[in-house]
């Protein structure tokens, strides 16, 4: 019969619990991300949802394609810094543009390849005057890169690592919209709009999950492992710990007397 001791037994009931539950929230996670895919398929081949001065929440339009039309900003403009393409290294040109009322959306409008001799010389791209209509699918941000230390402003002030749409409302007193434009229409001002595919990986999820509910069933069999041999142990300790019985004293032969 297992022994089954306290302590041991609520560690591993506790590692177990824990690592399915984990499990469990992975395979909610992988769902989640492929319900995801399947709305960014649908927003792929919806029509652009027109947006302008009036503000729209972020969970309602991020994903979606979106048209609207204002003239840029280009002395706000922000190169977001160590943004890669086809291994080269280079920035992304985000930019305000400005609507008739006088706020404003933030434009990714593409990548710009970065000078080897000096990283805060811009290359030359155009920046067209007056009313412009971009296209672009709308973003919680204009893209997020790893950062040690705080992010923002460098010594080139323009030149950031990473840019929060609330945080440069902030510094600008730009009324803005709570999400970025990632522009990818066919605007010719020396631009790269080559953006990575937006899919979301469910399969990674499946991947911890299984490791998760690997580790449960580790856990189970080690505690079972765990009190058979303390049952053994417990079965054999009293046949080991008995004392021994003392040798019967031989008695000498006498002789007879007879």
Known sequence: MLKIRFWPALIVVAVILVTTRLGFWQLS??????ALNAHLTEFQHATPIAVGPQSVPLAAIEYHRVVTHGTWMP????YLDNRPYKDAPGFYVVMPLKFADGSAVLVN???????EEDRTKIAPYATPAGDVE???LARANASQAFA????????????????????YARETGLRLQPFVIQQDDGARDGLVRDWPTQVANAQQNYGYMVQWWAMAVAALAFGLYAARRAALHERRA????????????EIP???DKH
């Open 109 to 115: 409008r593409g990548w710009l390849p970065r000078s």
């Open 148 to 167: 040690l230390g705080q992010s923002g402003a460098e010594a080139h002030q323009s030149i950031r690592q990473n840019l929060a749409v609330d945080a």
């Open 238 to 249: 009293p046949v080991a710990e008995a004392p021994e019985t003392p040798d019967t004293p």
């Open 75 to 78: 002395e706000r403009v922000v």
């Open 29 to 34: 996670r992988a769902h989640q991300r492929e």
């Open 253 to 255: 032969n006498t002789p």
């Open 134 to 136: 971009v296209v672009g």
